[in-house]
């Protein structure tokens, strides 16, 4: 009922700048939090950026100040734009859209393929 798709990823230098975007398409009745998740080789995956229905965001420690994580609900898309990324940013990213597709319904959780994203000089 919902697809979900990621753009944006890359190969950038550190101190460089990327902006990741996942759109949901198909019928969607409600619109519940939004994040991003990262998840490096070896290590396991975590939450890097949250924003809830309301718009109150969190971040990780490790990207705050230099990530900011967006939404615009008309579209059922969630953004995440990177700056002066480092190398240690390097991760396969995940965004996660809670959402209901009917009415009544249960709130389901819809993950996207990942997208790659490399820092490196």
């Known amino acids: 009922q919902v697809q979900i798709v990621e753009s944006g990823g890359g190969l950038v230098q550190p101190g460089g700048s990327l902006r990741l975007s996942c759109a949901a398409s198909?019928?969607?009745?409600?619109?519940?939090?939004m994040a991003w998740y990262r998840q490096a080789p070896g290590k396991q995956r975590e939450l890097v950026a949250l924003i809830t229905k309301a718009g109150d965001t969190n971040y990780a420690e490790s990207v705050e100040g230099r990530f900011t994580i967006s939404r615009e609900n008309t579209k059922s898309t969630v953004s995440l734009q990177m700056n002066s990324l480092k190398p240690e940013d390097t991760a396969d990213y995940y965004c996660?859209?809670?959402?209901?597709?009917?009415?009544?319904?249960?709130?389901?959780?819809?993950w996207g393929q990942g997208t790659q994203v490399t820092v490196s000089s």
């Open positions: 198909g019928t969607i009745f409600t619109l519940y939090d």
């Open positions: 996660r859209i809670d959402a209901t597709v009917q009415f009544p319904g249960p709130t389901k959780s819809y």
